[in-house]
């Protein structure tokens, strides 16, 4: 597991992307009002996109802890504290 790396967005809210075991990255921050994208046939998310960034969405090159590959899966882990789960290809 790598060291967590932290982001701040334009309004200087913190957000944390770690690696998991299992290669997958947890994204942890404040989540309140974002706007979330979802695929109409299989329910599955596609995109979220908290006030102020960062913008996540499938396909797109995942930027931060280093990585170079492509956002495959988002998973909505937990409510309180938000908890998501990127599956990078």
């Given at each position: 597991?790598s060291?967590?790396?932290?982001y701040?967005?334009?309004?200087?809210?913190?957000?944390?992307?770690?690696?998991?075991?299992?290669?997958?990255?947890?994204?942890?921050?404040?989540?309140e009002n974002c706007?979330i994208?979802?695929?109409?046939?299989?329910?599955?998310?596609?995109m979220?996109?908290?006030?102020?960034?960062?913008?996540?969405?499938l396909e797109?090159?995942?930027?931060?802890?280093g990585?170079?590959?492509?956002?495959?899966k988002i998973?909505w882990?937990?409510?309180?504290?938000?908890?998501?789960?990127l599956?990078?290809?």
């Open positions: 597991m060291k967590p790396s932290k701040y967005n334009r309004y200087g809210d913190e957000y944390t992307f770690s690696t998991q075991e299992d290669g997958t990255v947890l994204w942890e921050g404040p989540f706007r994208g979802y695929d109409l046939d299989s329910a599955s998310i596609t979220i996109d908290p006030p102020g960034g960062p913008y996540i969405s797109l090159p995942f930027r931060y802890l990585q170079s590959r492509k956002i495959q998973e882990l937990q409510e309180e504290p938000v908890k998501i789960k599956v990078l290809k």
